[in-house]
């Protein structure tokens, strides 16, 4: 599905990450991923290898295991990645559950 904008990908990326517990997967790996940019910079260089893995491998990780999806990563990776930092911003900020109603996804619920 070809997409024109972040405004037309958005609702796509964010159901693809009903589950909040998917959300908060991916969430951990961004703030490892900072991290271990912040670590390449002012402490070794070659941790910049790790934040690819650790943001990816988190994020991945929820997508087959938690939401049981396809990552949107392997079709569309710019979009993706600024749905990402978005959803990341959101989160932080508290703003997500506004976020989430704003687009009529209903909470669902878990367990875990």
Same mark, same amino acid.
């Given at each position: 599905?070809?997409?024109?904008?972040?405004?037309?990908?958005?609702?796509?990326?964010?159901?693809?990450?009903?589950?909040?517990?998917?959300?908060?997967?991916?969430?951990?790996?961004?703030?490892?991923?900072?991290?271990? +940019?912040?670590?390449?910079?002012?402490?070794?260089?070659?941790?910049?290898?790790?934040?690819? +893995?650790? $943001?990816?491998?988190?994020?991945?990780?929820?997508?087959?295991?938690?939401? $049981?999806?396809?990552?949107?990563?392997? $079709?569309?990776?710019?979009?993706? +990645?600024?749905?990402?930092?978005?959803?990341?911003?959101?989160?932080?900020t508290g703003q997500m559950d506004k976020e989430m109603?704003?687009? $009529?996804?209903?909470?669902? +619920?878990?367990?875990?």
């Open positions: 599905m070809p997409f024109r904008s972040l405004e037309e990908f958005w609702p796509f990326y964010m159901n693809q990450h009903s589950k909040p517990s998917t959300r908060r997967w991916h969430f951990f790996g961004t703030l490892t991923a900072i991290l271990f +940019l912040i670590s390449a910079v002012f402490l070794r260089w070659w941790f910049v290898f790790f934040a690819p +893995l650790s $943001g990816y491998g988190l994020a991945w990780y929820s997508h087959f295991f938690v939401e $049981g999806n396809i990552p949107a990563t392997y $079709g569309h990776p710019f979009w993706s +990645l600024i749905c990402d930092l978005k959803m990341f911003v959101l989160m932080l109603k704003r687009l $009529g996804k209903r909470p669902v +619920l878990q367990v875990f």
